[in-house]
Each structure stands twice: as C-alpha cells, then as structure tokens.
C-alpha cells in the first residue's frame, strides 16, 4: 500500500519570475477551469501591461490560477508550453520527482473531489 501524502510532500513552489520588458513580445497562457489545461493567448507586449514581471512556464510543472482555483483551474506544463508565460496570479509549483509523477498529479487535480 502507497502512503498517503499531503500535496505539500510532493509539491514545490517554482516561480520563474521574469522581469517584463517593454521592447518584448511575451507569449502569454491562460489556464482553463475544472483541469482542463493550458490555452494559448495573444502575445502581449511588455509595453502594454502593468505587470512588473511574469512567470515562465516550465514542463511539468503545475500552474493554479489564484483567482479561479475553486474551479479547478489547474494544468500542467506541456511542452508546446516550455517558455510561455502567466501573469504572476498563476503561481506555479514543480513536482519532486522522486516523490511522484507530473502526469499522476495532473490526473489527480482532474478528479471531482480535488
């Protein structure tokens, strides 16, 4: 029998924050609700935020959407979205390799009583 861990066991928190760049085009994620993943928005330019920096996505990792986590938007980092960026709203978390696995957690964000 597997033991029973916390997320914070196998959960990390990773931010890559990235200092915007006014003379930079960023290409921008957004994540769907209830686990359904990543999507891809228009790049943004760093001129037209107000944000001071964005977080860069790195594969596997895990991305929560602070604003509409209760949803579950959740996903994970595939790799068409290695480099991508979220606004720093979307903290993002790597998974302990030796502890569990990117694909596991991702199935697991996905069940109704996540």
């Known amino acids: 029998m597997n033991p029973v861990v916390t997320l914070g066991d196998v959960l990390r928190l990773r931010i890559d924050s990235v200092q915007v760049d006014p003379s930079i085009d960023y290409p921008i994620a957004g994540v769907y609700s209830f686990g359904n993943g990543l999507f891809k928005r228009q790049p943004l330019n760093g001129a037209n935020t107000t944000y001071n920096s964005f977080n860069r996505l790195h594969m596997n990792n895990i991305v929560i959407s602070q604003l509409k986590a209760w949803e579950g938007a959740i996903a994970r980092v595939t790799s068409g979205f290695q480099g991508w960026f ?13 502890r569990a696995d990117a694909r596991y957690i991702e199935w697991f964000c996905r069940r109704p009583t996540f």
């Open 86 to 98: 979220l606004s720093p709203q979307f903290p993002t978390f790597e998974v302990i390799d030796d």
